[in-house]
C-alpha cells in the first residue's frame, strides 16, 4: 500500500467521530473493494478508447486516443455482431477483468483491452459491408 493510499484511508476514517467505526467502515478491503470498482468501471468507458477521455482527462495520466472518433458507429453496429461471437465475448470478459485487476491507467492494459474493440470496429465494418453489397 502507497503513502498516498494509507492518507486516503485514514483521511476517510476521521470522518467518524469513534475510531472504531472508522475502521469498520473504512477498512482497507473497502478500500481496494472501491479500487477495483473505480478501475472496472474505467476500462468500460468508451470515451477512452475513442475521445482520449475527453472531458474526463485524468491527472498525470497521458491521454491518447486509441481509435479515430469516426469509428465509433462501427463500433457499435459490431456490437450487435457479439451475440453470434462467444469467442470475442470472452476476450471482452478476460481483458476487463485483467483491466480491473491491474491498474487501467497503464498504456499496456490500454492496449490490451483495445483488442476487443478493435475486432468489434472490424466486424461492425464487415456487417455494413455485407449490408451494402
Known sequence: MTAE???????RRSF???VFLGRLFENKVVFYLNQLQQNFFESLDISRYFFASHPRE???VHEFAIFPFWLLPFFIWG????PHHKWLIWLYLLTILAA????????TIILLTAIPVGITVILGVR???QRLF
Not at 456490437?79 to 457479439?82: A, D, H, K, N, R
Open 16 to 18: 467518524y467521530p469513534e
Open 58 to 60: 485524468r491527472v498525470g
Open 127 to 129: 456487417r455494413i459491408w
Open 100 to 107: 480491473t485487476i491491474w491498474d487501467p491507467r497503464r498504456d
Open 5 to 11: 493510499q494509507l492518507f486516503i484511508i485514514n483521511t
Open 79 to 82: 456490437l450487435f455482431e457479439l
